[in-house]
């Protein structure tokens, strides 16, 4: 449950910094909610430097994070919304994806890994190091060693590199 609460932080701080310009950026901020499922997402645009969006997957959570440099994906939609993550990231313009953060093994968070590993080309996966014995968990597990994906799991006090100096920390 700690751990839990400090990827949430994490990516809390992470919003928070982006969106008040840290880093000395002169850009500009702004942002739009999305309303009703006919809109797809939320997007926070600091200057040039980074995009957030909220994808629209339904239940479940799913962060687009990109930069000049990267695409990170935080959480990737539940099970049974694969479809609508599928389409949202298509509709974003993804084909890679650099880093994946799976902020916990549940369904809701994990549920479109095999969609992901199919159809798009994933450079490293982290998580919070909480095991699971599900066979949603296991399966992604797998495809991640056949594949050669780097995994690891974070830890307070890590940092993660997103570029374009944009950077994800732990707590």
């Known amino acids: 449950m700690r751990k839990k609460i400090g990827m949430i932080l994490g990516i809390i ?3 928070i ?3 008040t310009g840290c880093g000395g950026s002169q850009g500009t901020s702004s942002s739009s909610a999305s309303s009703g499922a006919a809109k797809s997402s939320a997007t926070a645009t600091a200057g040039k430097d980074v995009t ?3 994808l629209n997957v339904g239940q479940g959570d799913s962060i687009l ?3 000049a440099e990267q695409t990170v994906l ?3 939609s539940d099970v049974d919304e694969r479809d609508k993550f599928k ?3 298509d509709k974003a313009g993804v084909k890679k994806i650099d880093k ?3 902020t916990h093994p549940h369904a809701d968070h994990i549920g479109g890994m095999d969609v992901l590993l199919k159809d798009y080309q994933v450079g490293e996966v982290y998580d919070n190091g909480m095991p699971s014995t599900s066979k949603l968990y296991i399966g992604y597990m797998k495809q991640l060693k056949s594949k050669g994906i780097k995994h690891a799991a974070l830890k307070a006090g890590d940092v993660l590199d997103f570029g374009s100096g944009v950077s ?3 707590f």
């Open 17 to 19: 910094a982006v969106l």
């Open 87 to 89: 389409r949202e990231l």
């Open 100 to 102: 994946v953060i799976l």
């Open 13 to 15: 701080m992470l919003a």
């Open 168 to 170: 994800f920390k732990v």
């Open 74 to 76: 935080i959480d990737t």
């Open 65 to 67: 994070i990109q930069t």
């Open 52 to 54: 957030i969006k909220m």
